[in-house]
């Protein structure tokens, strides 16, 4: 794997988004992910996983320069992996720790939201899903999930403003379930994925598809037109012309 890191610590495999200075997501991360947690699905040793980034960034979002020159068809054909991937692991049958590293911004937030619980550094780190503030819509699973953490009027804040939160703030809403000090993120983390995968895994996959199926049939319903409202927006002059605005430092 070039862009995922697999590692793996007694029962617990860890994931790590290692693409550039800031984890901007492709289509070969996207596969790439969604193969380690294939892998880590049908292996009877892990019990629980960890998604973080390398470095400051958990991950930037889309790689928004790269995607400049796609057709609308190949867009859209990347725009249903990325969509098949987090729905994917919003039902995963395994607990997903989302260890935001650092920034944690569009299309790696909707990654974040997916997880069973995400634990944020302190600091200068922020999240947020800023798409509306470059132009953009959404996707109708990443709505349905901010829902299922935030409620209605937090998910109405976060996607109207665009606001990049502070990792105070995002606890406040839901967005995130824990923060914790740089110094001790990893021991925390590897913490809360132990008690995790001591549970009882049928139990876990009962009560994880009884919380979260209602919101994964929704998101399937849903999805296939917002992606196709998702990509004429992308594609309008006024979006375009912001988009090209948006630089990756590598």
């Known amino acids: 794997m070039e862009f995922v890191k697999f590692t793996k610590e007694n029962s ?11 984890n901007a997501i492709n289509e070969d991360v996207v596969e790439e992910l969604k193969d380690c947690l294939e ?24 790689d928004i320069p790269g995607f400049m020159n796609h057709s609308k ?31 944690t911004i569009a299309g790696g937030c909707m990654i974040a939201s997916a997880c ?17 503030t470059f132009g953009s819509s959404v996707f109708a699973g990443s709505v349905e999930m901010l ?27 839901g967005m995130i379930d824990q923060i914790n000090t740089e110094e001790n993120f990893t021991n925390d983390v590897k913490a809360i994925a132990e008690e995790y995968a001591k549970k009882d895994i049928n139990a876990f996959c009962s009560i994880k598809k009884l919380l ?15 992606i196709a409202e998702f990509v004429e927006i992308w594609y309008s002059p006024e979006t375009r012309e912001q988009l090209r605005q948006i630089k990756i430092h590598s």
Do not use: W
């Open 116 to 132: 069973d619980y995400r634990i944020m550094v302190e600091g200068k780190a922020k999240i947020s899903l800023n798409e509306i």
């Open 39 to 62: 892998g880590v699905e049908k292996n009877p040793n892990v019990r629980a996983i960890i998604l973080t980034g390398q470095g400051k960034f958990f991950s930037f979002g889309f």
């Open 12 to 22: 617990i495999a860890v994931l790590t988004l290692n693409r550039g200075k800031v």
């Open 147 to 173: 829902q299922f953490c935030v409620g209605q009027k937090n998910a109405e804040k976060i996607l109207y403003t665009g606001k990049m939160f502070s990792a105070e703030e995002a606890l406040a809403m």
């Open 212 to 226: 979260r199926k209602p919101v994964h049939d929704e998101m399937i319903k849903r999805e296939k037109k917002s």
């Open 73 to 103: 068809e190949d867009f859209k054909r990347y725009l249903t992996k990325f969509t098949d991937l987090y729905t994917y692991l919003f039902i995963f049958p395994k607990p997903v720790i989302a260890a935001l590293n650092g920034h």
